[in-house]
């Protein structure tokens, strides 16, 4: 009975054995699975996340078309891009929706006199309550200098026109160089670009697309830094946001 008890704990012993060498590698097998699945899922949930972001910052477009009139301020910003913005600019201006508009980035060899031409019937807005920034050459630069503007002026609220389809990343980088000022946004809806069908106009589908990626690119920036003049990643990821210049004066016409 002894010889055999001891042969039976001879072999528990080594089942004992076993498990205790099974184990870690059991261990190592899970966690091996689990990276692999990981590197599986990751990917599928990023591109789930991009693509349903997609399609909120669309809706958001859509959204901008059916705002109306907005509410009354103390300045206008247009910036530049499509004439039909500096044109929507002007006539909010003269329908009494602001006492004042910058029209930011406008090109440096650009006159009060060539803007004139393009919006006949508004000279006389253009000479007496409109000031020209030809210093801005991005939209960051559009926050920098509509932030002296504003604070030049001591402007509380403003009125933000741009394309629709801009409209978010703008937004963004005036929250970002201004928090404490109200802005309401007007978007301009482009005559040639139904930004509800983006799916059947492959130019449309791209430029909407470029947007999102640089609205992505903008959040994260200012997730990072809280003052645009200041931004390093800014120069990184973009154009110098500046020009030599400023934001021309009002009386006259150039």
């Known amino acids: 009975m002894a010889a055999g008890d001891g042969r039976i704990m001879a072999a528990d012993d080594g089942n004992d054995s076993l498990r ?100 006949p019937g508004q000279k006389d807005w253009l000479e007496c309550c409109v000031d020209l920034d030809h210093r801005a050459r991005n939209t960051i630069g559009n926050a920098i200098e509509t932030r002296r503007w504003v604070v030049d002026r001591g402007f509380e609220a403003i009125i933000v026109v741009t394309s629709n389809y801009h409209m978010p990343r703008t937004m963004l980088e005036l929250d970002n160089a201004m928090p404490d000022v109200a802005k309401h946004p007007h978007a301009v809806s482009p005559a040639d670009m139904d930004v509800s069908l983006w799916w059947r106009d492959s130019a449309t589908f791209r430029l909407i697309g470029q947007e999102y990626l640089k609205f992505l690119m903008v959040w994260g920036r200012t997730k990072l830094e809280n003052d645009p003049e200041l931004s390093r990643l800014a120069a990184f990821l973009s154009r110098k946001p500046h020009s030599h210049g400023g934001i021309g004066e009002t009386s006259g016409v150039e």
Do not use: K
Not at 87 to 101: N, P
């Open 20 to 119: 205790e060498t099974g184990a870690p590698a059991r261990r190592r097998g899970g966690w091996g699975r689990f990276c692999l699945r990981m590197l599986v899922l990751l990917p599928l949930i990023a591109a789930l996340a991009l693509v349903t972001g997609f399609v909120l910052f669309v809706q958001t477009l859509d959204d901008y078309r059916h705002a109306g009139d907005p509410p009354r301020a103390q300045g206008i910003v247009a910036l530049t891009g499509g004439s039909q913005r500096v044109a929507d600019a002007i006539d909010l201006l003269s329908r009494g929706f602001a006492d004042r508009l910058l029209i930011s980035g406008v090109n440096e060899r650009t006159t009060r006199a060539q803007i004139a031409r393009l919006n």
